[in-house]
């Protein structure tokens, strides 16, 4: 985690991240996602609102392992995040491919 200016958090993803993994089987019903959409958007969102509620962020920005921005393909879909855009799920939804 990497704090580049105020109160923005970015993190940068490295290539063997989980989350361009496929979803994992869920333990309990409160966890299960749906496809691999769900489940990235999902636990984006959850380190998103983690970092808002625990460590007063008021903006987090995904980044790819070089800094730039996050691309990756993950179960037949393209996710496309810009470095420059805190995350926002309505947002990043409307971006998949």
């Given amino acids: 985690v990497e704090y580049p200016a105020g109160d923005t958090v970015a993190i940068a993803f490295a290539k063997e991240a989980s989350i361009f ?5 869920a333990k309990k019903d409160a966890y299960k996602t ?15 609102q983690t970092l808002i509620q625990n460590y007063c962020a008021t903006n987090v920005l995904f980044l790819s392992e070089t ?7 993950n ?6 995040f810009d470095a420059k ?3 926002d799920y309505d947002t990043a939804k409307k971006g998949v491919k």
């Fill in 21 to 25: 993994g496929t979803p994992p089987t």
């Fill in 34 to 48: 749906e496809n691999a959409e769900d489940f990235v958007l999902t636990a984006l969102n959850s380190v998103a």
């Fill in 67 to 73: 800094g730039g921005n996050l691309t990756f393909e």
């Fill in 75 to 80: 179960g037949g879909k393209t996710f496309t």
């Fill in 85 to 87: 855009t805190p995350w």
